[in-house]
């Protein structure tokens, strides 16, 4: 079996809507769409429009959607209005997990937070997008692959469909060594954290840059760590997050760590103007991750996350190029700016810290 696989980045939401809908047209055997958020806008009735109209046509079309990210839906009787349309909807877990009575506020967490299409086991798409047209104009950043990392993503979502129907996962995981795209899974539970432990590897083995765009910034102790270590021994840290994202207490948070950041060399950029909700990584042109982790708690350690993970040169240069073109749209935030920030901004800022573990 070839293991060379096809790609292709987009930086538009638009464009990456319109391939998602020209894929989904042509499909002869079966489209597995997995999303966190899954808005009944404009987008969302085209795609399912397009999809019942190839469920005529006797293709498979199961959509696998959050409880939480799609709650708009959560006890209405869209599934029962989409199967008649002969499309199967499956919600994962409820807005109040069952296993909520446990002391331990983890538990509220345990989202299924991937975002991603495989249409015949052949074409798969995933990244930071979502079904809503309130993103529209987002800057975010996801990726269309053809070859054997799309099977390994129908595979990876067939393991979450049994699991959300409460059946015993029949999909058995694929592991193909030499392909240099790869889609890495993460799940709430030790050792299980792959696209976690991927990045702490990565990071680790830098020698040249470490670039990473993330619209929410609430790293682990390690992560960090692992930055200013990195930073400390000369290599080029870039961090870009956004000026101001949807969520104000997680910017205060993101802002805790930029003394850290700043004082071991490391440079923080604020992405001005539309929000940037890209979650990639490249490193050295050898390494680079798209997907649907973000750099905070919930994705690192508590959510269903994937990522495609690549050492594909090309596709690692192609990622970093697309990070320094954000750069254009971003300023920096210089150390002698930070010192001089004001005094309510510390207040904020050190008071966040208390409460960063649940973000």
Known sequence: MTTETDWKLFESNEEAWDAMLADCAEAEKSISLEQFIFVNDDFGKKL??????????????????????????????IADELKTRGIELVFWKTLVPSYFRLPDWRYWYLRNHRRTIVVDGKIGYTGSICVDERMKNWRDANLRVEGVVAKQMENSFDRMWDRARRARPLAKKLHYRNNEFRYLTSYPAPGRRLVYREFVRAIRKAERYVFITAPYFVPTHRLIRLLR????????????????????????????????????????????????????????????????????????????????????????????????????????????????????????????RFIRKFL
């Open 229 to 352: 270590l990195a930073a400390e021994r000369g290599v080029e840290i870039k961090i870009i997050l956004p000026e101001k994202s949807d969520y104000r207490l997680v910017d205060l948070a993101a802002r805790s760590y930029f003394t850290t950041l700043l004082e071991s060399g490391a440079r923080v950029f604020l992405y001005h103007g539309k929000m940037i909700h890209s979650k990639t990584i490249a490193i050295d042109d050898t390494w680079a991750s798209v997907g649907s982790m973000n750099w905070d708690r919930a994705s690192l350690l508590y959510n269903f996350e994937a990522n495609i993970v690549s050492t594909n040169d090309r596709f690692a240069r192609a990622v970093a190029a697309s990070l320094k073109r954000d750069l254009e749209s971003s300023r920096e935030v210089t150390v002698s700016e930070w010192r001089t920030r004001s005094f309510i901004e510390k207040i904020l800022e050190f008071l966040v």
């Open 48 to 77: 399912i429009t397009v999809c019942a109209e190839r469920a005529v046509k006797g293709v498979e079309v199961r959509f696998l959607w959050d409880a939480a990210g799609s709650f708009t839906f959560w006890g209405s009787n």
